[in-house]
């Protein structure tokens, strides 16, 4: 599976064992487990919601190795919870847990005879192959009605990847503010969390801790939730409808976790963003498959179309 977040410094993202600096096994511990396990589930997410650009996630589908792997890292989650556990946390989990039953029934009744064609159809159907406005996966489309709000938003969540060293893999062609890359952006951070556990110690710890909080807080938890109840009533059906669903549940769980709490946005606040000039001329944001380079962020929210406006001729005056 491509991955869309590739750390430029040493070490991996992937969710290998965890050993000590002398190369022994590590003591289980509660805090590593969970945070492994969280790693785990949102990098599941992330595949999910990314178009099939080949076999490979069908594959990893239809094995029943993605609900599979859920499960296990569902458990391990419940399992490394404190005790007693919150109970509205518990039914999170549970709800999470079901979801992942209807993933396992839609594949062995209908997604076992799906080939690759069948997945992209599907995935054009719910998200189309340019920004659906019903279901729109971008999070600079909540929440931004002016095209300067999703610019600063988009700068954001670039400052969040370069903090930590990662960039945009050249293989996937997709914008920073993508749910896929936000969902693996996370995966990404819950796993150097259960790195810094083992070897970084508290101050590089509390950085991690605090980065995954704040991301949730300011990005994931305030547009998700929105988003999760559109894909749901566009879907209809099948497997994006439960994603919808196991997404939304997900989030909640973690906003809980995490002890943020985001202000999610509402129906209201979903207005894409455009930009009327004073002779009328719309602004509106541009369609996606442009690339996934920084330089394209002006583009990508049409804030380069303005600034590029032919200036007033000489002699006569404006205002700004």
């Known amino acids: 599976m491509a991955t869309k977040v590739a750390e430029e410094q040493n070490g991996s993202s992937g969710t290998s064992s965890v050993t000590q600096q002398g190369g022994s096994s590590l003591k289980d511990s509660p805090a590593v487990e969970r945070a492994l396990a969280r790693s785990k589930l949102y990098l599941l997410l992330s595949w999910s919601y990314l178009y099939p650009e080949d076999d490979e996630f069908l594959d990893y589908l239809q094995s029943g190795e993605l609900v599979e792997d859920g499960r296990a890292a569902l458990n391990s989650l419940k399992a490394a919870l404190p005790t007693p556990t919150d109970k509205d946390a518990e039914e999170v989990l549970q709800g999470i847990a079901d979801y992942f039953d209807e993933v396992e029934n839609w594949v062995s009744s209908e997604g076992v005879n799906w080939d690759i064609q069948d997945l992209r159809d599907e995935h054009r159907r719910v998200f189309s192959n ?65 790195y810094a556990l083992c070897h970084d110690g508290p101050e590089k710890l509390k950085t991690v801790v605090e980065a995954e909080k704040k991301f949730v807080k300011e990005h994931v938890g305030r547009w998700v939730p929105l988003f999760s109840g559109m894909l749901k009533k566009k879907a209809e059906y099948g497997f994006y409808r439960i994603i919808a669903d196991l997404t939304s549940q997900w989030v909640a769980f973690e906003i809980g976790f995490l002890g943020v709490s985001p202000q999610p946005y509402s129906e209201t606040d979903y207005r894409p963003a455009n930009f009327v000039s004073p002779e009328g001329t719309s602004f509106e944001c541009g369609a996606q498959d442009k690339g996934n380079e920084l330089s394209l962020l002006m583009n990508e929210v049409g804030a380069q179309e303005f600034l590029d406006k032919e200036k007033p001729e000489s002699g006569q005056s404006g205002t700004a």
Request: glycine share 8%; proline share 3%; hydrophobic share 40%.
């Open 130 to 194: 340019v920004i659906a406005l019903d279901c729109p996966p971008y999070e600079t489309l909540f929440g931004n009605d002016h095209v300067f709000g999703q610019s600063y938003v988009m700068g954001d969540i670039a400052g969040f990847y370069s903090a930590f060293g990662v960039q945009l893999s050249q293989d996937i062609h997709e914008r920073l503010d993508h749910l896929s890359v936000e969902l693996e952006f996370l995966h990404f951070l819950a796993y150097k969390e259960s």
